[in-house]
């Protein structure tokens, strides 16, 4: 069954302008376009979007979702650890956002301790006064 644009991009859950984004990215082959009509494309689109969302959503950019696409079955060790430093990047991401979330705990609790009406203790930490 082939798909215009429109029809591709309500099956796939995406705008036109991210199956055409895609295309630009080289994620996404545009089809030919016949002298008269539209381009249509085929079903193999649609699982090929459904790839590059899910793959987004488990953290991977663009570029690396393209590096993941150039690879196939025969390849899954490199897939692997692809998988594994994305995750070790996410552990890390979530251990500095956990220090981040920490370090606002504290400035919060300092300035709902420390506050006059002329003075704030977040202010002063920011400043580095205190």
Do not use: W
């Not at 984004?21 to 459904?50: C, F, M, N, T, W």
Request: aromatic share 6%; with cysteine.
């Amino acid at each position: 069954m082939s798909l215009t644009i429109g029809k591709l991009a309500k099956q796939s859950g995406v705008t036109i302008e991210t199956i055409r984004y895609y295309q630009r990215k080289g994620l996404l082959v545009e089809p030919d376009k016949p002298l008269s009509g539209y381009r249509l494309y085929s079903q193999d689109a649609v699982s090929r979007i459904h790839f590059i969302k899910r793959a987004q959503k488990s953290g991977f950019t663009l570029k690396e979702v393209s590096e993941l696409l150039s690879l196939d079955n025969g390849h899954c060790e490199d897939v692997r650890k692809m998988a594994e430093q994305k995750r070790d990047q996410v552990a890390h991401q979530i251990k500095d956002l956990s220090m981040l979330l920490h370090a606002l705990n504290e400035l919060v609790a300092d300035c709902k301790s420390g506050s006059t009406v002329n003075q704030c203790a977040l202010i002063d930490a920011f400043s580095g006064l205190k």
